[in-house]
């Protein structure tokens, strides 16, 4: 390799390096935000040690809760028709696509394992979800070959000083390598395919990886950040800064208190002075910046303090309409995963001599939205006047317990007691007529 070469060789492999630090710097602060993980760290450089002994930081996480109702699609899972084998073995799987969706929400893009777990009872699938890895393409840009990622190693050992472990797939091998890329343990594992799924919180542009919520976390921060100064602020107000005129500033006085006198040199005199802030003016700029990351990603925030009636079912609908239309494009994405999924299971369960189908039929249960009485009653009977449904499925639809026939002696026995009411009031009614008027 000539000099010119080999320096660009070098220049690649930093600027790839570098890159790649950056973004895992990224993610570890956007998942640090989504479990309130020591998020005070992120803000201590902008105050000084002093303010800590007035004031401990603050630490909110609507990050998580941002995130998670942004993510609809295995709010209430998935209905997948295969074959009774395929249910047992991906029993667990609608639990971990929920936070496989959860993740791929915040940090942009996420790897999937498909791992066939035949230690348990019952074999199954199991879904591991891997945030900080590396792909490596030939001529697609978007189809990974292969995929690099750091092992997590066993924390119980915290003086353990074992050296950093990868491991890496392709759709041949595996490869098990320490941080100085001595091989371990490789071994073909026989599936054909790349056991991952590459899923991303929107298309990808010009980039395999898509950037995460970022601007839910900067207002996170942000918030944080006001609301600490604004504590500090508080604290102030309250019990003020205490000053001294006319004394040397090497002289030092005993902290007072209501049953102690101060001694002041002559000529010397005391006071305290409290800042005028416009407390409820950073409050409506915490509930703006709040609000407006909300809007942006298409979400509805309604503080405490605005009251008001509960909206209806579809006041709701329409109020999220935004989000909603988003819930639409989401859909065409993880129908694509989910047949990305099985492709990948199919390849896996033939090596295990397990066959499944060559087709996946898969039906996403939409969410539905909240329903005022007075909502659900019309629905009701608009269901029940159309013939959409009869007495029986509506009562099993409102307590999903009863079967059938107790459904059906429910409704006949409330058809009884409501007759014996009728034939009473009738009763009463010949025993005691109307009188007339005089």
């Not at 790649?20 to 309130?36: F, P, Q, S, V, W």
């Not at 791992?115 to 840009?141: A, G, Q, S, T």
């Not at 001595?182 to 980039?207: A, C, K, L, W």
């Not at 207002?219 to 800064?241: A, D, K, P, S, Y």
């Amino acid at each position: 390799m000539s000099l010119p070469e080999q320096i660009i060789q070098e220049s690649v492999a930093d600027y790839k390096l570098a890159i790649a630090k950056a973004r895992r710097n990224e993610i570890r602060k956007l998942i640090d935000y989504y479990t309130g993980t020591e998020t005070q760290r992120y803000i201590d450089e902008y105050f000084s040690a002093d303010a800590f002994r007035e004031n401990p930081l603050y630490n909110a996480n609507f990050t998580k809760r941002f995130i998670n109702k942004m993510s609809r699609i295995y709010t209430v899972g998935a209905s997948r028709s295969v074959n009774d084998s395929y249910a047992t073995l991906t029993r667990k799987k609608d639990a971990r696509m929920k936070h496989v969706e959860r993740m791929t929400r915040l940090v942009g893009t996420v790897a999937t394992q498909v791992i066939y777990r035949d230690d348990l009872e019952k074999p199954c699938f199991d879904y591991r979800p891997v945030y900080y890895f590396d792909v490596h393409m030939h001529d697609n840009p978007f189809n990974p070959v292969a995929i690099t990622y750091p092992i997590l190693m066993n924390v119980d050992d915290i003086g353990s000083t074992e050296k950093l472990q990868y491991a890496y797939w392709d759709a041949e091998r595996y490869i098990h390598y320490n941080e100085d890329g001595v091989i371990m343990n490789e071994y073909e594992h026989g599936y054909g395919v790349i056991p991952f799924v590459f899923t991303h919180r929107e298309e990808q542009v010009d980039s395999f990886f898509v950037e995460g919520a970022n601007d839910i976390v900067s207002c996170n921060e942000q918030v944080n950040i006001t609301m600490t100064e604004l504590q500090l602020g508080l604290r102030f107000q309250m019990f003020g800064q205490p000053f001294i005129t006319g004394m040397y500033g090497d002289k030092k006085l005993e902290r007072a208190g209501s049953d102690t006198i101060l001694d002041l040199p002559e000529g010397a005199t005391f006071g305290i002075a409290a800042p005028e802030g416009d407390i409820q003016a950073v409050i409506e700029s915490v509930k703006f910046q709040l609000d407006l990351v909300a809007q942006n990603n298409h979400l509805y925030v309604q503080f405490a303090q605005d009251g008001g009636e509960t909206p209806s079912g579809i006041a709701l609908k329409i109020k999220d309409l935004e989000r909603f239309e988003d819930y639409q494009d989401d859909l065409d994405l993880w129908t694509m995963y989910e047949h990305d999924l099985y492709d990948v299971e199919k390849a896996i369960a033939s090596y295990n001599n397990i066959a499944l189908p060559s087709e996946l039929s898969l039906d996403f249960n939409e969410p539905e939205y909240p329903k005022t009485v007075q909502d659900q009653i019309l629905m009701d009977e608009h269901r029940l006047k159309h013939h959409m449904v009869d007495e029986i499925g509506l009562l099993m639809e409102s307590n999903q317990d009863l079967s059938e026939e107790q459904a059906k002696a429910t409704i006949q026995k409330n058809r009884e007691a409501m007759a014996d009411e009728h034939l009473q009031a009738m009763s009463t009614q010949e025993e005691y007529p109307p009188q007339e008027e005089e």
